[in-house]
């Protein structure tokens, strides 16, 4: 094959690696810029049925974000009938961690009671920190308290996660008994050679 071929071949191949599209978006949009106003569904849709109600929650923007505003909205209607429940929802939140299982985290706080915007009830909010988080929404309809927790997660995921966490600690624990051991029989060695002399 001559050369000017080779140079050829790899030249084409430089330029269309170079200018290989990196997509961050979706049409033509930043997908966390997304919001209810979009064409593209948001990245957490949940639907649920509990009791005479059934519930679909959504987030906006599509990937909520540490310190930017997003929207909860909430869609509650009668199974029996399709009727829009018009009653008030209080929404709350708590850390959505294994300490808060344990009854060691933060406490469940407000967010706002909202009554229906033209059958939906949109929850604004905005978290300073990344994590998991448990948002829940109640009302009360016919005399029946109603309480559906929904996850919500801010921003993104860990690579290390809580096994590499533990993993890690479990690699600095035994790294730190192996330097102890080896200190112990370095000073076991010098006290056996004073005593030699």
Do not use: C
């Amino acid at each position: 094959m001559p050369r000017t071929a080779i140079l050829l071949i790899a030249v084409v191949a430089l330029v269309s690696g170079a200018s290989g599209a990196r997509a961050h978006h979706v049409l033509g949009r930043p997908a966390y810029a997304l919001n209810e106003d979009s064409n593209t569904p948001p990245a957490m849709q949940v639907e649920t049925w509990v009791g005479n109600y059934d519930f679909n929650y959504m987030v906006f923007p599509a990937f909520p974000r540490p310190g930017e505003p997003g929207r909860i909205n909430l869609y509650v209607r009668r199974i029996d009938g399709g009727a829009a429940f018009d009653g008030k929802v209080t929404f709350t939140v708590q850390d959505d961690s294994w300490l808060n299982w344990l009854g060691l985290g933060a406490k469940e706080e407000t967010l706002g009671v909202q009554a229906p915007d033209d059958v939906v009830f949109r929850q604004g909010f905005v978290f300073k920190n990344a994590g998991d988080y448990l948002i829940t929404a109640r009302f009360e309809a016919d005399g029946e308290p109603y309480i559906i927790d929904f996850p919500l997660r801010i921003g993104a995921r860990s690579p290390l996660g809580p096994l590499g966490a533990v993993l890690g600690l479990l690699g600095l624990t035994l790294i730190g008994v192996n330097l102890l051991q080896r200190r112990r029989a370095m000073s076991g060695q010098i006290r056996s050679s004073h005593e030699k002399s």
